[in-house]
């Protein structure tokens, strides 16, 4: 069947459309108190992201309540560590946690890379429900972090201001961080297969960690991985969102994908001239604009919408909506987008 609101697929393939598609990160979640009434059932984040019928229930929750363009899998990037073999957990107001980390080779050589699609299973289950029980009114997303994102939680055992074990490792173990963003990347490309092959009709690669690389480690410790990940997939829209990577911007746009995410702190004009007018770009509002008043809020995404006009876009935050933004300034945001472009 064909889909009854494709605006999001043909905006990233740069086809006509008659209004700019919106959706937000994390929108899954978070802010919707009916997400919350469904996440208190669980025991823990960790195990609602493992049941594929309260995880597809929670990914349709924005469709139904936000009018969003676009459904996103509730999920989460670290189910890749997991997968390999090192389990994480959430923990409320911390982050992901992780138990063991990997500090050398051997650690590297101890991971798990089969069986996958069994360990990954419930992910592949949560799309085909989702799938299901959207009935084809919206696209779904599926997504994946990027192998240095993934590396920086696996070395460095939970979230950071400085990544600095991880960072280490570049300088004084590069072999070792490239085994594993090898080995990463590999898995990533596997479950990304899987995401398609279940339904997922666009996915977005989050390489959240990005900025706090330099220029040319990016260039070693991350573009050749996101490279594979991207040449691998060849069925559906890719978008590679790269927080703070605003210097790897020309190496982005040569990238074979169809979107490039910019966060909230990168000029669209200067995004345009790294990456060119070949690339649709999804962005970028700042999270924080939605705690202004209704007509700030209104205001904001008009000013944001403006400095896209006449390129390929999907509207979006610079990154994932805050865990106490007001649903109703949401709302503001979204049917602001979608009646600028109808003027």
Same mark, same amino acid.
Request: hydrophobic share 40%.
């Given at each position: 069947?064909?889909?009854?609101?494709?605006?999001?697929?043909?905006?990233?393939?740069?086809?006509?459309?008659?209004?700019?598609?919106?959706?937000?990160?994390?929108?899954?979640?978070?802010?919707?108190?009916?997400?919350?009434?469904?996440?208190?059932?669980?025991?823990?984040?960790?195990?609602?992201?493992?049941?594929?019928?309260?995880?597809?229930?929670?990914?349709?929750?924005?469709?139904?309540?936000?009018?969003?363009?676009?459904?996103?899998?509730?999920?989460?990037?670290?189910?890749?560590?997991?997968?390999?073999?090192?389990?994480?957990?959430?923990?409320?107001?911390?982050?992901?946690?992780?138990?063991?980390?990997?500090?050398?080779?051997?650690?590297?050589?101890?991971?798990?890379?089969? !069986?996958?699609?069994?360990?990954?299973?419930?992910?592949?289950?949560?799309?085909?429900?989702?799938?299901?029980?959207?009935?084809?009114?919206?696209?779904?997303?599926?997504?994946?972090?990027?192998?240095?994102?993934?590396?920086?939680?696996?070395?460095?055992?939970?979230?950071?201001?400085?990544?600095?074990?991880?960072?280490?490792?570049?300088?004084?173990?590069?072999?070792?961080?490239?085994?594993?963003?090898?080995?990463?990347? !590999?898995?990533?490309?596997?479950?990304?297969?899987?995401?398609?092959?279940?339904?997922?009709?666009?996915?977005?690669?989050?390489?959240?960690?990005?900025?706090?690389?330099?220029?040319?480690?990016?260039?070693?410790?991350?573009?050749?991985?996101?490279?594979?990940?991207?040449?691998?997939?060849?069925?559906?829209?890719?978008?590679?969102?790269?927080?703070?990577?605003?210097?790897?911007?020309?190496?982005?746009?040569?990238?074979?994908?169809?979107?490039?995410?910019?966060?909230?702190?990168?000029?669209?004009?200067?995004?345009?001239?790294?990456?060119?007018?070949?690339?649709?770009?999804?962005?970028?509002?700042?999270?924080?604009?939605?705690?202004?008043?209704?007509?700030?809020?209104?205001?904001?995404?008009?000013?944001?919408?403006?400095?896209?006009?006449?390129?390929?876009?999907?509207?979006?935050?610079?990154?994932?909506?805050?865990?106490?933004?007001?649903?109703?300034?949401?709302?503001?945001?979204?049917?602001?987008?979608?009646?600028?472009?109808?003027?």
């Amino acid at each position: 069947m064909a889909l009854k609101n494709d605006l999001l697929i043909r905006a990233a393939k740069g086809e006509p459309v008659e209004r700019t598609p919106v959706w937000l990160m994390r929108q899954a979640g978070r802010i919707l108190p009916e997400y919350r009434e469904v996440r208190a059932k669980m025991n823990g984040f960790v195990d609602l992201v493992k049941n594929p019928e309260r995880a597809a229930e929670v990914t349709i929750q924005p469709v139904d309540i936000l009018d969003v363009d676009a459904a996103i899998i509730f999920s989460d990037i670290l189910v890749i560590p997991e997968a390999l073999g090192l389990p994480y957990d959430m923990v409320e107001k911390r982050g992901p946690v992780f138990p063991q980390t990997i500090s050398d080779m051997d650690d590297v050589k101890k991971l798990s890379t089969s !069986d996958m699609s069994d360990k990954l299973g419930y992910v592949i289950e949560a799309i085909k429900i989702t799938k299901k029980e959207l009935n084809d009114r919206v696209p779904l997303i599926g997504f994946a972090g990027a192998p240095w994102t993934i590396m920086a939680y696996m070395v460095e055992g939970s979230g950071s201001k400085t990544f600095s074990k991880a960072r280490k490792m570049l300088f004084t173990q590069p072999e070792t961080a490239h085994a594993l963003l090898q080995s990463i990347t !590999d898995c990533t490309k596997a479950y990304l297969k899987e995401q398609v092959n279940a339904g997922a009709n666009l996915v977005q690669v989050f390489d959240s960690w990005a900025g706090i690389l330099s220029p040319d480690q990016y260039e070693e410790f991350a573009m050749p991985y996101i490279k594979q990940i991207v040449d691998s997939i060849d069925e559906v829209p890719v978008t590679v969102f790269s927080k703070g990577a605003y210097f790897s911007l020309h190496s982005l746009g040569k990238l074979n994908c169809e979107t490039l995410g910019l966060d909230w702190n990168t000029p669209v004009d200067f995004a345009l001239k790294m990456a060119g007018p070949n690339m649709t770009f999804q962005g970028n509002l700042d999270p924080c604009a939605l705690y202004g008043s209704t007509s700030e809020v209104r205001a904001e995404t008009i000013k944001m919408l403006d400095q896209f006009k006449g390129l390929r876009h999907i509207a979006n935050l610079g990154h994932g909506v805050y865990p106490d933004t007001d649903p109703e300034k949401v709302k503001v945001f979204i049917e602001t987008v979608k009646s600028y472009t109808q003027k």
